[in-house]
């Protein structure tokens, strides 16, 4: 959780920075967003194939299993995003208001 929030502290500076150089609040924020998904593209893509070498191995790989792991991912991938959506729009909005970044 620290390191999520080390990472996020430094995103958050470098919007900072990026809106103060004249870059559009909409570009900043859709980086910051496309970033966060990219990354939960990668997590979801090692973590199925993970999970699926383990049902394999274990012979416990079956149509069942293979879609229940494939749509729990999704949807917690699905979730953090949203979550990582809100976190940064409610900060952004908050810089255009007037006040700082963390």
């Known amino acids: 959780m620290s390191l999520v929030l080390i990472y996020r502290i430094k995103s958050l500076r470098q919007a900072g920075i990026r809106l103060i150089a004249g870059e559009s609040l909409i570009g900043v924020s859709l980086r ?41 991912l999704l949807l917690y991938g699905l979730t953090l995003a949203g979550i990582s959506t809100f976190y940064i729009m409610s900060n952004v909005d908050n810089f255009s208001n007037g006040a700082e970044l963390i």
């Open 32 to 72: 910051l967003v496309l970033e966060d998904v990219r990354q939960l593209i990668f997590s979801v893509l090692v973590s199925s194939l993970l999970g699926l070498g383990i049902l394999w191995y274990q012979g416990a790989l079956f149509m069942a299993t293979l879609q229940l792991v494939i749509i729990a």
